[in-house]
């Protein structure tokens, strides 16, 4: 994809034209399900009477004038911020529906027990009651939950945990509510997300248009190969153990109530471990094809220990008038490496 280099930033829906003519700066947050995406605008007050509406809905759409902008989806403004010196309004936006209103408890803490059931029927049961349409990946749908605990948990964050314990995501994209693999939520949503290939230039310095930077953090948890899980046997009346991967093992603390639960349980954990053992953070040039869920491709221009797929976790843009449209990446090794 040709980028060009003219960057343009376009807001759709409530108080457009407003929010165009006056915008300062923005910043979208783009996560893969631990938080909701997140649009922030900063706009000029000076000679405005009134302040934009809460709850109103509006887009985004980002990218280059010569290559044209990607829509990044619509956003429900939650927040707002003004300042007296300089004469400001920041607004911030979210994806999921954090009205003041909250008419569904979707920001309600509960404590309640779920199961017998399976992942799939849970997550289309708590995600139905606040209006989403929920789409579960067929490799997690079936999944047995024999019992679990609610625990003083709003059902955002219950989802959260429980897609984590699985190493999947739970995240909501605009009226979707998604339980997918990493790599897989965007295709869920009916999006198709291509690998974004990343090339360091022969001229590769701060102040330079393509200028990028990236740091390299191999984790600790890559001394573990594989995970200890126990279950409570009532028949037998003893706790079992279950291993998954090989030694050295990694103990987990929780106690199951199955022994299908516990190997669920300690088979995510083990991709989970192998799949974080490498991250890495970039600062790149705006690319508008970036997104959580998405997989970038560092060529053979980056050392050969950087080199590959990588799972994209979360990807932050910005832009302002005075500063180019820049782009910061986290992401994971797609593949477990030796």
Known sequence: MSLGFTPSVEIYGA?????????????HIDAAGIESDQLTLTIDLEGLD?????GGKIGLRIGYLESGLIDKGQFVISRRTPTLFPLRLTLVATAAPFSAADQTGFKQRRSVSHGPTTLGALFRQLTSRHGFSPRVAPDLALIKIEHIDQSNETDMGFLTRLAYLHDAVAKPINELY?????GQ??????????DIQLSVTTNNRPGDH??????????SRAKYQGCKTSWWDAAAGKVRVEESGIAPFKTVRQRYHSAEEARAAGEGEVRRMMREALKVKIECPGHPGLA???LVLLDTTWPDFMRGRWSIDKVTTSGSRQNSYRCSIDATCLDARS
Do not use: C, H, M, Y
Not at 185 to 191: E, W
């Open 210 to 219: 393509a200028f990028i930077s990236a740091t390299l953090d191999e984790s």
């Open 185 to 194: 939520a965007k295709s869920l949503s009916g999006k198709v997300l291509p």
């Open 292 to 294: 959580a869920e998405g």
């Open 178 to 182: 998604v339980l997918a693999r990493r």
């Open 15 to 27: 108080n457009a034209a407003l929010l165009n003519e006056r915008l300062i700066s923005w910043q």
């Open 50 to 54: 009134g302040l934009p509406s809460l």
